[in-house]
């Protein structure tokens, strides 16, 4: 199943889907994150999040150079309006063992132990999570001309991205697994969360990184050994 929010990703999705001979293996529906799979009575199963949501920190008076990061780019003055919803409410959603892996920039990386704690609180589900971001962050003028170009544009982004507090942003991606908590009490998760920077000299968004793709396979691995020894 696919979801988007944009109607026009959703008619290039079918599109591709066609193009590849798989159309009769791909639901792609039109809505608001978990909205279109219906309650977990309804969701047929599932037990897998990918997502590629909208990260970027976009100032919330964006001048002309900004105003490209539309529905599909915007999450929100911090980055994380979309990613926090995806990581709350898929932790509520999926069933024992299941998991999410999720593409997203991520602002002050090393921050994030605490975030996916606070996001996940009140799930009641115990969660392992693993963060893995690139080994050369942008610093925040480095980001500020990347996204805002040069001279006033790259100035705006300085002082907005200073305002939230960042101090460097990075490539990277969230794995969460989900299970059941039968000792939450006040309804509150017990999770793990670690974070990991990439040795990898290239971003492991990078096209066939190898090195990411091994990073990666080896937290999967360590996640799925702390998650069969959760309690």
């Known amino acids: ?58 100032p919330p008076k964006a001048n002309q150079n900004a105003r490209r990061y539309g529905m599909f780019a915007d999450g929100g003055p911090t980055g994380e ?9 898929g932790a509520s959603y999926l ?3 299941g998991r999410m892996s999720i593409v997203t920039e991520l602002v002050n990386p090393q921050d994030f132990e605490g975030k996916i704690l606070q996001w996940t609180l009140g799930t009641g589900r ?15 003028e480095e980001y ?46 017990t999770s793990n969360v670690a974070i990991f920077r990439s040795t990898s000299e290239t971003s492991v968004w990078a096209a066939m990184n190898k090195d990411a793709i091994s990073e990666s396979s080896a937290i999967w691995s360590t996640m799925e050994s702390r998650w069969s020894k959760l309690p």
């Not at 309006?81 to 409410?89: G, H, K, M, S, Y």
């Not at 115990?126 to 925040?140: E, F, G, W």
């Not at 100035?155 to 059941?180: C, N, P, T």
Request: hydrophobic residues 40%; contains cysteine; proline residues 5%.
């Open 95 to 97: 069933p024992c063992a």
């Open 1 to 58: 199943v696919s979801v988007d929010l944009n109607p026009r990703a959703v008619r290039f999705c079918r599109f591709n889907a066609i193009l590849n001979d798989v159309h009769e293996r791909v639901d792609v529906r039109l809505g608001d994150l978990l909205m279109p799979l219906g309650s977990k009575s309804e969701s047929q199963d599932v037990d897998l999040i990918l997502a590629n949501p909208p990260f970027v920190p976009v």
């Open 126 to 140: 115990k969660i392992t999570a693993a963060v893995l971001y690139d080994r050369q962050p942008y610093s925040v």
């Open 81 to 89: 309006e979309i990613l926090e919803r995806i990581v709350r409410d």
């Open 144 to 189: 500020s001309r990347f996204r805002g170009g040069e001279g006033r544009g790259a100035e705006d982004w300085v002082m907005h991205l200073q305002s939230i507090g960042a101090k460097e942003v990075a490539r990277g991606y969230i794995h969460i697994i989900v299970q059941e908590d039968s000792n939450t009490r006040n309804n509150k998760s």
